[in-house]
């Protein structure tokens, strides 16, 4: 278990590295904007500052200071989006700070996931970059007595001939009261790209020097004078369980022990959450393991990863049941009839986040104001929970923002900001500090839900694809967390976006249907999660594994029956702004790895190739990604070491280079990790792993050579952190199947299950 008790405790020694750094450099960070370790010191009053939008603002040194709405959890999000306001602005780069501002309902949608922050964040950032630069061309034509046409903005000044006039002194001298309406920002004229100066370019990340030097601070490091520290103890079943009793008297013995306290949670958030107090978090850690609770449990304390699954079929079984996501006229008709068809079934487990920070927050009340410090993905979407278990409105609500010691999706649920704002609230708003151990973190974690996918195919004459019908079941999690973001078919039956995508893929296959089923089992059980790749990575695990069976079973090569797919026609022609050139850029990048990776070279006994091509996760911001997996199989062992991973991606605009390549490498080795080794399962309503002793993730001695390619474009950017993990189990699937002759349709593919694939084949 990660040792925490030192962190953030005021007045005591931090042996940790990052403490020692602040210690030696006299770094002390107040709690406010400049807490995260990206944001740079203010220079200048707020009525000094010239803001054109709510974005950014310059003051009179020339430094301008971006707002970030994003969440920073290694991605560099903050470079990223500066580096498109500051190219339109045409700022100098080495003026150029970041805020991560906190939760304020101006921000509109606050939200970090999907991949989203640079598709969403790009049209709007640009224009806003753009009318800076305008209103500071217009003045600074005024102070320097020419005419704006003649004046140009470069690197932080606005150049008139052989004068110029620098940002810093135009906000000091000038007269910058031009504001942009809503409208005309929307109408706002944006660089070509063959004049971006930023855009594209290698410069170092702004948050790369506070997490070097110490300063960069976490939800974990959150402090403030006068708290207390708390650990819960987590009742036998995510929903239902009430608190019988409460037995605390052998922690009573225990200094810095204060008292334990069963939650009141009007919001279902935390039902049965017993809360341990003390005053230092190993006094809390030590006092929980010796508090006695008693429980009436709830429905689910005997539910097993095979029930789960198990209702998943009763689910796909039924054909009553569901919403359809792609529903073409004639399916029925051409499976009934066609002489040639194909049906297999693919599942995946139960997969945990086990991101290195496990979850918490400091919470108390100030002046009427429930204030909660912790990192979070949305905050958008847990305000109103906290609204409701705290009883009030969410005004009297703020949410302090910090780095993510990794996330992956599960801190896009706010949950655990409800515990220690009860917490608090629980003995008088006196700030509470929440931390989980490893094994409390996995008891509530949100997981990716385990799946079961039924996909069939029928093909017409010569070859050709007929239709396809593909039914698939998991939790769901966006009913809990957002409900809000459901879809719906044309029967009005709900459907999760995020539970389903990657099911509605850019091949032409004749009639298609795609139906999602929510097992409500799972849901009942925990609480399903958003988890790196969320649905596409475990759709697209059926769907590309699906494609090479099919291909095989018409004696047709993998590559080149998938190519025939993808010939943009229909609706899979694609459309401006996000998905111009359709599947033709998919057949692109496939053709491409197909190339680097020489398919079709012949390989050595025990060695295959194998290839999955996706678009990440969504139709509307498609990122385009093929992968190629070469992988040696231990026929003895049922051992797979995967030897190299060849990716090539179209992400069309790359804003940041390096970590664009960082974020493709890295969720290609979590979809590494996830294909051969992750996964869990639920025994008894609970998950079976809560620490890294049992729960097995990649190691770095299996990690394999991977090679990086991205297309060259200028159209618009979409997402890169999660794409590469929806490819990279298929194409090792696929290439297991090219080494051996056996099929596997479950993942994790430990050596058990490749062992049975190649005693029972394919």
């Not at 306001?85 to 509109?108: F, H, M, N, Y």
């Not at 700030?431 to 195919?457: E, I």
């Not at 079976?688 to 990649?698: A, F, G, I, M, P």
């Not at 990279?728 to 002759?741: L, Q, Y």
Request: contains cysteine; glycine residues 10%.
């Amino acid at each position: 278990m990660v040792s925490l008790s030192a962190h953030g405790l005021r007045g005591s020694p931090d042996p940790s590295r990052r403490g020692f750094l602040i210690a030696m450099m006299g770094a002390g960070v107040m709690l406010g904007y400049a807490r995260s370790g990206i944001a740079a010191t203010a220079t200048a009053s707020a009525s000094d500052l010239f803001e054109p939008t709510i974005w950014y603002g310059i003051d009179p040194s020339g430094t301008v200071t971006i707002n970030i709405i994003r969440a920073e959890m290694g991605q560099h999000v903050g470079t990223a989006l500066a580096r498109i306001v500051a190219d339109e602005l045409e700022a100098d780069w080495d003026k150029v700070r970041t805020i991560t501002v906190d939760s304020d309902p101006k921000w509109g949608l606050m939200i970090t996931g999907g991949s989203w922050s640079v598709w969403q964040s790009f049209p709007l950032l640009s224009r806003a970059g753009a009318a800076g630069r305008i209103a500071l061309v217009e003045e600074g034509a005024k102070l320097l007595g020419v005419n704006p046409e003649v004046c140009t903005a470069r690197n932080g000044a606005v150049h008139a001939k052989a004068r110029s006039i620098s940002y810093g002194d135009i906000v000091a001298r000038g007269d910058l009261r031009r504001t942009f309406t809503p409208e005309q920002l929307q109408k706002m004229p944006i660089k070509p790209p063959a004049e971006r100066r930023l855009i594209g370019k290698d410069v170092v990340a702004l948050d790369v020097p506070s997490k070097v030097n110490g300063k960069a601070r976490y939800g974990l490091d959150a402090a403030v004078d006068g708290m207390i520290y708390a650990r819960p103890i987590i009742p036998p079943t995510r929903y239902g369980s009430t608190v019988v009793s409460i037995d605390d008297s052998a922690a009573r013995r225990l200094r810095g022990y204060i008292r334990s306290i069963a939650l009141d949670d009007p919001s279902g958030t935390v039902p049965g959450w017993v809360m341990v107090y003390a005053a230092s978090f190993s006094a809390a850690n030590r006092a929980a393991d010796l508090v006695k609770v008693k429980w009436h449990s709830g429905e689910t304390a005997k539910v097993s990863e095979q029930d789960i699954q198990q209702r998943a079929a009763q689910l796909i079984a039924d054909p009553k049941g569901g919403s359809l996501f792609v529903d073409d006229p004639g399916v029925d008709a051409v499976l009934a009839s066609a002489k040639r068809k194909i049906e297999r079934t693919y599942t995946t487990a139960t997969v945990m986040h086990f991101a290195l920070e496990p979850v918490n927050a400091l919470a108390f009340e100030k002046d009427g104001v429930v204030e909660i410090h912790t990192g979070n993905q949305w905050q958008s979407s847990i305000l109103p929970v906290l609204a409701k278990a705290l009883r009030r409105s969410q005004d009297k609500i703020v949410m302090r923002s910090y780095l993510l010691g990794g996330a992956f999706g599960r801190r896009l649920d706010g949950d655990y900001a409800v515990p220690a704002a009860l917490a608090s609230l629980a003995i008088g708003g006196k700030p509470v500090k929440m931390v989980c151990t490893r094994a409390d973190d996995m008891r509530f974690d949100c997981p990716r839900s385990a799946s079961r996918q039924v996909l069939r195919l029928a093909w017409g004459d010569e070859n050709s694809v007929a239709a396809m019908d593909h039914h698939a079941a998991a939790g769901w999690p966006t009913v809990t967390i957002a409900p809000y973001f459901l879809g719906k078919d044309a029967k009005g039956a709900p459907y999760d976006p995020f539970a389903i995508s990657g099911a509605d893929h850019w091949y032409t296959v004749g009639a298609q249907r795609v139906r999602a089923l929510r097992n409500d089992l799972a849901e009942r059980t925990f609480r399903p999660g958003y988890l790196r790749g969320v649905g596409a990575a475990w759709t697209s695990w059926a769907i590309e594994s699906f494609m090479d069976e099919a291909a095989h079973e018409a004696g047709i090569d993998p590559v080149a029956f998938r190519l025939s797919l993808l010939d943009g026609t229909g609706r899979n022609a694609g459309s401006a702004p996000n998905s111009v050139g359709g599947a033709h850029r998919q057949a692109a990048v496939l053709a491409r790895v197909a190339e680097k990776a020489a398919w079709g070279r012949a390989m050595p006994k025990d060695v295959g190739l194998g290839i999955a091509s996706t678009f990440g996760q969504e139709r509307r911001m498609p990122t385009w990604i093929a992968c190629a997996a070469r992988v040696r199989v231990d026929r003895t062992t049922g051992h797979v070491a995967v030897e190299k991973l060849t990716l090539v991606i179209d992400a069309g605009t790359i804003i940041h280079p390096d970590s664009a390549a960082a974020q493709v490498e890295g969720a290609a080795l979590w979809g590494l990790s996830m294909a051969l080794s992750e996964g869990t399962e639920f025994t008894k309503g609970q998950p079976k792993d809560t620490n890294l002793d049992s729960y097995r993730v990649l190691r770095m001695g299996e990690t394999p050579e991977i090679d990086i390619e991205f297309i060259p474009s200028t159209e618009a950017p979409v997402g890169l952190g999660e794409p590469a993990t929806t490819a990279v189990a298929p194409a090792i699937g696929n290439a297991i199947f090219a080494a051996t002759g056996a099929r596997v349709r479950h993942t994790p593919i430990r050596p058990e299950v490749v062992l049975a694939a190649l005693t029972h084949g394919s």
